[in-house]
């Protein structure tokens, strides 16, 4: 099992940055890739990026330029730095991993509890 914990989530100016980690516990699993989702009010969760293990990178096309993923395998946490951010970018953030349990073959997704994103205008 992996528990998911979110951080950094807050109420932002726009044009503001901010930066949400996400810290991932386990004494079974191994993590592979890692992503950021978010949904907004009413609306299916999204993507915003992905990274693998070995950090390669996948992002939403909408969002080039001002979101970035990054993750620290040694810590077990992956980040999300967001610049000029915009009050359609409020949203609640999610943490998601995939991993494998020892002598388990098929991957599992986790998700964290997510962490509140609000920006102002």
């Known amino acids: 099992q992996v528990q998911l914990v979110e951080s950094g989530g807050a109420l932002v100016q726009a044009g503001g940055s901010l930066r949400l980690s996400c810290v991932a516990s386990t004494d079974m699993a191994t993590i592979y890739g890692m992503a950021w989702y978010r949904q907004f009010p009413g609306k299916q969760r999204e993507l915003i990026a992905q990274?693998?293990?070995?950090?390669?990178?996948d992002y939403e096309y909408s969002l080039l330029g001002r979101f970035t993923i990054s993750r620290d395998n040694a810590k077990n946490t992956v980040y999300l730095q967001m610049n000029m951010l915009k009050p359609e970018d409020t949203a609640v953030y999610y943490c998601?991993?995939?991993?494998?349990?020892?002598?388990?073959?098929?991957?599992?997704?986790?998700w964290g509890q997510g962490t509140q994103v609000t920006v102002s205008s």
């Open positions: 990274i693998s293990r070995g950090g390669d990178t």
């Open positions: 998601n991993a995939r991993a494998l349990a020892p002598g388990i073959i098929v991957p599992t997704d986790y």
